[in-house]
């Protein structure tokens, strides 16, 4: 009686800790995945900050279509590794558009020794798939996205042509005019803090404006794109 009581004891300590094993194995490769993934997001998230500072070209990186020069199985590897665990497969892979990773684990710890026949030394395996989702649109899809508005300016410089055509003031005209040129070119500058240039964007439902020249202010990876498991 006591020694049947022992053996389903020690049988079920087998199983917890196969359990235990596979949860580890599981966990292990999602944060692999989650690692690559997150590799490309930084990737992505510095070359539309560069991409803004220079004013050209960051649509290609928000919208998570620029080439990429990273690695981001070496960073799922790494996040293996801290889970005590060995990369054994990452492929980049799509997911309803979306880029990301696939990546399978092998575990270097086991089940230890046991009373279950076959169940000694067991490692586990796992599989995980990341993908990394763009958070953000342009608000002017068909424009640059920027606050710089020429228009404003042009209605202004045809203003400044009715003035001139007024010589009953005697020259005084001519004042108005320079006067009206100069808050023009204030205008078309952006000096008088009128937002030109400005980026602006629709995340996730609310309003975000960056300024080029503070791109990276107060601006995280995490604001522009998203990392999600979905394998």
Excluded at 36 to 62: K, N, P
Excluded at 116 to 139: F, H, I, M, S, Y
């Amino acid at each position: 009686m006591i020694a049947g009581l022992l053996f389903l004891a020690f049988a079920f300590f087998a199983v917890a800790q196969a359990a235990t094993v596979r949860n580890g194995g599981q966990t292990a490769a999602d944060a692999a995945a989650l690692g690559a993934a997150e590799d490309d997001r930084r990737q992505f998230f510095d070359g539309f900050l560069d991409a803004v500072e220079a004013e050209r070209g960051w649509q290609d990186w928000l919208t998570a279509v620029a080439p990429l020069t990273g690695d981001g199985c070496g960073a799922a590897a790494h996040f293996a590794d801290r889970n005590r665990s060995d990369l054994l497969t990452c492929d980049p892979v799509t997911r309803d558009g979306d880029l990301g990773y696939r990546v399978g684990i092998e575990t270097r710890f086991d089940t230890g020794r046991t009373i279950v026949p076959g169940a000694d030394n067991r490692t586990a395996k796992a599989t995980a798939t990341a993908v990394l989702r763009p958070r953000c649109v342009a608000e002017d899809p068909d424009g640059d996205g920027t606050g710089d508005d020429s228009s404003d300016g042009d209605e202004s410089d045809e203003n400044g042509t009715d003035g001139t055509g007024d010589d009953s003031d005697g020259g005084r005209g001519d004042d108005s005019d320079d006067s009206d040129d100069s808050d023009d070119s204030e205008d078309s500058d952006g000096t008088d803090g009128d937002g030109a240039g400005e980026v602006r964007l629709r995340c996730d439902g609310e309003d975000l404006t960056i300024d080029p020249e503070h791109a990276g202010r107060d601006l995280n990876p995490s604001d522009l794109f998203s990392v999600v498991l979905v394998e």
